[in-house]
C-alpha cells in the first residue's frame, strides 16, 4: 500500500509541470487526495485537495487559479496540473490519502490522513 509521486524537476519561471500521485495496493474509491508542499526552512503547507467521491477540488489561495486537481480512476493516480510556476513555488510537494467524510472539505481535515507519498521536489529557476 503506497503512494508514489513523480513528475518533479527543474522548471522554468512560468513553466507548467504535471505532477501524479500513483496510489497502489489500494484503490481511490472513497478517499480525497491531498497535496502539501514544504520549502526549505518553512513549514509543510496543505495546498490543494480533491474528493473522488464527487470530484470537488478545493485550493489553498495561494496557489488557486494555477493549479488544478484531477482524478484518472482507470489508473488509480491523481494529477496535480501546476501552471505559471513562480520561484517561491520551490518545495517538496507530497500527495496523502485521506478518508474524509462525505460533505466535509477535504483541505485542512489533517485527522483523517491515512498514507503518505515520499515527495517530489519541484525547484523553479532561472
Known amino acids: 500500500v503506497q503512494l508514489v509521486e513523480s513528475g518533479g524537476g527543474l522548471v522554468q519561471p512560468g513553466g507548467s509541470p504535471r505532477l501524479s500521485c500513483a496510489a497502489s495496493?489500494?484503490?481511490?474509491?472513497?478517499?480525497?487526495i491531498n497535496w502539501f508542499r514544504q520549502a526549505p526552512g518553512k513549514d509543510r503547507e496543505e495546498i490543494s485537495c480533491?474528493?473522488?467521491?464527487?470530484?470537488?477540488?478545493a485550493y489553498v489561495d495561494s496557489v488557486k487559479g494555477r493549479f488544478s486537481l484531477s482524478i484518472d480512476n482507470a489508473k488509480n493516480t491523481v494529477y496535480l496540473q501546476m501552471n505559471s510556476l513562480k520561484p517561491e513555488d520551490t518545495a517538496v510537494y507530497y500527495c496523502a490519502a485521506a478518508r474524509v467524510p462525505y460533505g466535509t472539505n477535504c483541505l485542512g481535515n489533517y485527522a483523517y490522513l491515512e498514507l503518505w507519498g515520499q515527495g517530489t521536489q519541484v525547484t523553479v529557476s532561472d
Open positions: 480533491i474528493m473522488n467521491s464527487d470530484g470537488s477540488t
Open positions: 495496493g489500494f484503490t481511490l474509491d472513497y478517499y480525497s
